[in-house]
């Protein structure tokens, strides 16, 4: 049939005519072909589509428990088919979830998984997924919940598609947090950016490994999760292969929270009311999800362990939720790090302090 997929006449990603809307029978015949090559493994096109017929009538994903979106532009034509262009597309779960107080306090809620996010090749570059997202974030803070309630948090296992987009927001927000001043004139803050090409130069080494050593190819590269009151969290992460399996560890290479130190600051100098502690609450359940899908991905993979470097203290209260046996490890013996300054000599009680020393910027 004639496709509405070329790459003529595409609009602008803020353009007001672009909406995410529910896709039809037909649209997800479409869709799913467009993205087979992403994930059909070795099942061809026709077996792949059959699969995902099969899930659609699983306990989980049947009565609306999945839910197929589309980013479209409302001004353009569909087919004879009824098929718009799809700009961009990705799948919801509805998910049963806990989220717990400190206090002990527990309540049952109604979360969702995304899955799937894809943007047609001749597409990427324009900033659709994001825009995707965008309207999605919006639409799932009341999809499938009882009046008044709140998903507190939702949960994104994000492609190398993805990443570009995560990393120009990452290095955005490390500028703007390193342009406000420092608590003291004696202290220079530095950083290396984490940009996608220095994230796509550790997963192009994990892909060349685990081909040859695994005989596997690494497809997920980290999760996002998106917090209740409008902040995100998300995690890029890499396998590092050893000698033996036992020494196979993932490494997450940057875990990002938005306005994350504002939080933590707030919270050791005990300046977080009753009615202030839930945002901080929704990171911690937030970072908690990405660390415990990091675990899964380890345990698939059958990897010793998840390895984080420099963890803040609200990433380290998340692992303790999830493993309580989790610590903290002064390195001695491997990946020590060293800082030379070769600018202007500063004075003796200068302090630097490297911002970000995460596991993104090893080389």
Same mark, same amino acid.
């Given at each position: 049939?004639?496709?509405?997929?070329?790459?003529?006449?595409?609009?602008?990603?803020?353009?007001?005519?672009?909406? +995410?809307?529910?896709?039809?029978?037909?649209?997800?015949?479409?869709?799913?072909?467009?993205?087979?090559?992403?994930?059909?493994?070795? *099942?061809?096109?026709?077996? #792949?589509?059959?699969?995902?017929?099969?899930?659609?009538?699983?306990?989980?994903?049947?009565? %609306?428990?999945?839910? #197929?979106?589309?980013?479209?532009?409302?001004?353009?034509?569909?087919?004879?088919?009824?098929?718009?262009?799809?700009?961009?597309?990705?799948?919801? *779960?509805?998910?049963?979830? +806990?989220?717990?107080?400190?206090?002990?306090?527990?309540?049952?809620?109604?979360?969702? @998984?995304?899955?799937?996010? #894809?943007?047609?090749?001749?597409?990427? @570059?324009?900033?659709?997924?994001?825009?995707? *997202?965008?309207?999605?974030?919006?639409?799932?803070?009341?999809?499938?919940?009882?009046? %008044?309630?709140?998903?507190?948090?939702?949960?994104?296992?994000?492609?190398?598609?993805?990443?570009?987009?995560?990393?120009? *927001?990452?290095?955005?927000?490390?500028?703007?947090?390193?342009?406000?001043?420092?608590?003291?004139?004696?202290?220079?803050?530095?950083?290396?950016?984490?940009?996608?090409?220095?994230?796509?130069?550790?997963?192009?080494?994990?892909?060349?490994?685990?081909?040859?050593?695994?005989?596997?190819?690494?497809?997920?590269?980290?999760?996002?999760?998106?917090?209740?009151?409008?902040?995100?969290?998300?995690?890029?992460?890499?396998?590092?292969?050893?000698?033996?399996? /036992?020494?196979?560890?993932?490494?997450?290479?940057?875990?990002?929270?938005?306005?994350?130190?504002?939080?933590?600051?707030?919270?050791?100098?005990?300046?977080?009311?009753?009615?202030?502690?839930?945002?901080?609450?929704?990171?911690?359940?937030?970072?908690?999800?990405?660390?415990?899908?990091?675990?899964?991905?380890?345990?698939?993979? @059958?990897?010793?362990?998840?390895?984080?470097?420099?963890?803040?203290?609200?990433?380290?209260?998340?692992?303790?939720?999830?493993?309580?046996?989790?610590?903290?490890?002064?390195?001695?013996?491997?990946?020590?790090?060293?800082?030379?300054?070769? @600018?202007?000599?500063?004075?003796? /009680?200068?302090?630097?302090?490297?911002?970000?020393?995460?596991? #993104?910027?090893?080389?």
């Amino acid at each position: 049939m004639p496709s509405a997929n070329g790459p003529t006449d595409l609009p602008d990603s803020a353009s007001p005519t672009l909406r +995410l809307v529910q896709a039809n029978e037909a649209e997800m015949i479409e869709s799913s072909t467009m993205n087979a090559d992403s994930w059909r493994g070795s *099942l061809d096109v026709n077996a #792949y589509l059959e699969r995902e017929a099969h899930l659609r009538n699983t306990n989980l994903n049947r009565n %609306g428990g999945i839910t #197929y979106w589309i980013l479209v532009d409302t001004a353009a034509s569909p087919t004879v088919e009824g098929v718009r262009r799809i700009l961009a597309s990705c799948e919801t *779960l509805r998910k049963r979830a +806990l989220v717990a107080r400190s206090d002990g306090h527990l309540w049952e809620i109604i979360s969702h @998984g995304i899955g799937s996010v #894809y943007c047609n090749p001749a597409f990427r @570059g324009r900033g659709y997924a994001q825009r995707m *997202l965008a309207e999605l974030a919006k639409i799932l803070d009341t999809w499938q919940q009882k009046e %008044g309630a709140c998903p507190h948090f939702t949960v994104l296992w994000s492609d190398i598609e993805d990443i570009e987009d995560l990393c120009t *927001l990452d290095e955005a927000l490390l500028r703007s947090a390193m342009a406000k001043p420092a608590s003291s004139e004696r202290i220079l803050r530095v950083a290396l950016i984490p940009d996608a090409a220095t994230m796509q130069w550790h997963h192009a080494r994990e892909e060349f490994l685990g081909e040859r050593l695994r005989d596997r190819f690494p497809f997920t590269k980290g999760a996002t999760v998106d917090i209740a009151d409008g902040r995100r969290a998300w995690c890029i992460w890499t396998r590092t292969f050893g000698v033996t399996r /036992d020494d196979d560890v993932l490494n997450i290479l940057r875990l990002v929270v938005e306005e994350e130190k504002a939080v933590d600051e707030q919270a050791m100098e005990g300046k977080v009311d009753e009615d202030q502690a839930e945002p901080e609450q929704g990171a911690v359940a937030a970072v908690a999800a990405i660390l415990e899908q990091a675990q899964l991905e380890a345990s698939f993979w @059958g990897m010793s362990s998840v390895q984080l470097w420099n963890p803040s203290p609200l990433t380290f209260k998340a692992a303790m939720k999830i493993e309580p046996s989790a610590i903290l490890v002064d390195r001695d013996d491997e990946s020590i790090t060293s800082l030379r300054w070769h @600018g202007k000599v500063p004075p003796d /009680d200068t302090k630097i302090d490297w911002i970000a020393n995460e596991k #993104y910027a090893w080389c």
